[in-house]
Every structure is written in structure tokens, then in C-alpha cells.
């Protein structure tokens, strides 16, 4: 005895309520997912906030370095061979020794070593790095100078790399008045 | 108006107003495109927890329950492919569809025919979720192969068959569709 519906099946379907209410409240376990998103994404602001003070300092870094590249790379254009004169470094490629060299750039090391340490272990990585970049470039001039020792040019690139190097001393180490420090030769 | 709305949903609190607002058709879909009560609240769990997520992309070509549904058909036939992936589903839902005896009528002997939402929970899944888009959300078929990444033919396909199985199930005659 059973009765067929009247109705057809497309008809049928037609006439189902879109809507369904859940048995239960499915709000709560939305709700923990939300906040648990919500956590997540401050601790990821906070930190944003920390890798972004340390990014300011390596765009200052970085945009000292590439001054002094631009500087380097003027001077080669602009004044020929032989007018200018070689700087006081030493003839071995080694540090100028001028006692007021010397004292500013150990003061500068120092602060710059104790800065470092205090640096999260990426920033310290990448600040290795940019020291290590400068001072491989002071080495490829010295080999460049051990063939032709008396090139004004080269002589003045090797100075400079003295001067980066206190410059990116000075940079790491200062807060507020990063002043370029031009030590004395 | 719709970036007003946007604002007070992006707390927690206003999403819970937007939550209550679309709960029941965001479960009516999962539950008859899922056939399962739970795996439907699992999905409406995922689609809320995803659209919340997805808020500051959502663009205002559509209306919020579309966008919604579109959400929560995604997160349904992500559930499948997992699940079909993790139980071999895939090959016994494939065995089922390639098979061309239809199940026995019905309202015979044995079998009392089963009311309509127990007969679209019992069909295959491409042809559940076919059937549920166009015939119960009212999708076209290129909007329905579109969000289930199927061919518009194959959809096709897949209806027709499921409204065979439902009218045999359902104790129906046959009908063309």
C-alpha cells in the first residue's frame, strides 16, 4: 500500500529548505580557532616590530656601504691616474698607525663587540657578513697593490676600505647620532 | 555599506553576528554535500575559520553567501579528496558510479523507500554533490563543474544519474531530466 508522492523528484528537490540548524552550536570551536588565529598573528606583529628595527639598522648599513661604493666609484671616474696623492696607509696594505687612529678605532671595535653580542644571532650573522664583504675587498686591493705599490688610485680604495670599515663600526654601534667619523690618518 | 560590515566582522564578536547569520544555509550545504552530520559541522566549522581568514580578500562581486558556499564547497571536496586518498574512497565511489545496475527499486519487497534527504545522503558523491548544487542550490551547470573542477558534461552526466537513483530509491518512476 504504498503511496506514491505526487510530487516529482526535481519538484521535490526544489521545495527542500536551503537551511539546516546544526544539533549543536558549532560556534565555540570556531570561536577557539579565531583566537588561537588571533594569537598568533600579535606574536607575529611583535616580532615584525623587532626584525623591523633591525632591518632600519641593516638599510643604514646597507645604504652607508653602497655611499661609499658610489664615492669609491666617482672618485676612480672623476680624477685621472697620478693626481691624487696616495694616502698615509701603510706600504704593507696594514692599518694607518696613527696613535689617533688607532685609539678611535679600537674604542669604535670595542663598543662595535659588545653591540654585536646583543644583536639576535641572524642580525649578527648578516653584520659578520658585511665586515667580512669589506675586508675581502681590502684584500683583493692589497694583491692589486703588491704588483703596482705606488698607484694613487688603488693606494686611496685600500684607505677607503679603513674608512668603511670604521663607518660600519660607527653604525652599528651608534643610536642616535650616527655621525660619519672621519678618524685621522 | 559592505566595507562597514566587513569592518565590524573583522572582530571576533562581529564575526560571530556574521556566523549566526549564515550558519544554517552554510550547514545545509555541507551536511547534504557531505551526507554525514558530522563531517557536515566539521566543514561548517572550516568554512567560518576560513572565510574568516580570507575576510580582508573578500571582494564585493559577490554577495557573502555565495562567497560562503564557494568556501564551503571547497572545504568539502578537500575533505573527500583526503579522505579518498587516506581510504581509497575514490576507487569504491569510482566502482559505484561505473556500475550499470542500478540498485534494486525502492518500496519492494525488503525496502521502504527512503525520504528524500536519506536518498540524496545514500548517492554517490560526484552525483550528491552534482545534484545538490543544481537541483537543490539552484547552480547552473557550468557554475557547478566550475566548483567542483569537473567537465560541464560530466555534470551533466552525473545528474542524470542521480536523479535515477533518487526516483528508484525514492520509489518513483524514472523520470527524463
Known amino acids: 500500500m504504498n503511496k506514491k508522492p505526487t510530487l516529482s523528484v526535481d519538484q521535490q528537490l526544489a521545495q527542500l529548505p536551503r537551511a539546516i540548524a546544526p544539533a549543536r552550536d558549532l560556534w565555540p570551536g570556531i570561536e577557539a580557532c579565531l583566537k588561537h588565529d588571533a594569537a598568533i598573528r600579535e606574536r607575529h606583529l611583535r616580532g615584525a616590530d623587532a626584525r623591523s628595527t633591525h632591518r632600519r639598522r641593516n638599510f643604514a648599513l646597507g645604504l652607508a656601504a653602497g655611499l661609499a661604493a658610489i664615492a669609491i666609484a666617482l672618485i676612480a671616474t672623476l680624477h685621472p691616474r697620478g693626481l ?33 653580542q646583543r644583536l639576535p644571532r641572524q642580525t649578527q650573522a648578516r653584520l659578520v657578513k658585511d665586515l667580512e664583504i669589506i675586508r675581502n675587498a681590502r684584500a683583493d686591493i692589497r694583491s692589486a697593490l703588491a704588483a703596482s705599490p705606488q698607484d694613487p688610485l688603488l693606494n686611496e680604495l685600500l684607505a677607503d676600505t679603513w674608512q668603511q670599515e670604521m663607518d660600519f663600526y660607527a653604525n652599528v654601534s651608534s643610536t642616535t647620532d650616527s655621525a660619519r667619523v672621519r678618524w685621522p690618518l | 555599506m559592505t566595507s562597514q560590515r566587513d569592518a565590524a566582522w573583522s572582530s571576533v564578536r562581529g564575526f560571530e553576528a556574521f556566523y549566526r547569520e549564515h550558519v544554517g544555509a552554510v550547514f545545509g550545504l555541507c551536511q547534504r554535500l557531505t551526507g554525514q552530520r558530522e563531517a557536515a559541522e566539521d566543514c561548517t566549522q572550516e568554512t567560518f575559520v576560513a572565510a574568516w581568514r580570507a575576510l580582508p580578500q573578500f571582494e564585493a562581486r559577490s554577495t557573502h553567501a555565495t562567497w560562503l558556499h564557494r568556501i564551503a564547497v571547497n572545504k568539502v571536496i578537500a575533505r573527500n579528496a583526503s579522505l579518498a586518498a587516506k581510504f581509497e574512497l575514490a576507487a569504491a565511489d569510482a566502482a559505484h558510479l561505473d556500475d550499470t545496475a542500478l540498485p534494486e ?46 567537465a560541464a558534461g560530466t555534470c551533466r552526466a552525473h545528474l542524470h544519474r542521480a536523479r535515477q537513483l533518487l526516483a528508484l530509491r525514492m520509489g518513483l518512476d524514472e523520470e527524463t531530466p
Open chain 1, 84 to 116: 691624487i696623492a696616495p694616502l698615509a696607509v701603510q706600504a704593507d696594505g696594514g692599518a694607518p698607525r696613527s696613535p689617533a687612529f688607532l685609539r678611535t678605532r679600537n674604542a669604535l671595535e670595542q663598543t662595535y663587540s659588545a653591540d654585536l
Open chain 2, 105 to 150: 527499486p525502492a518500496g519492494g519487497d525488503a525496502t521502504p523507500p527512503l525520504d528524500l534527504e536519506r536518498a540524496i545522503a545514500s548517492l554517490p558523491d560526484g552525483s550528491r554533490h552534482v545534484l545538490v548544487l543544481v537541483s537543490v542550490y539552484g547552480y547552473s551547470h557550468t557554475e557547478a563543474a566550475q566548483l567542483l573542477s569537473i
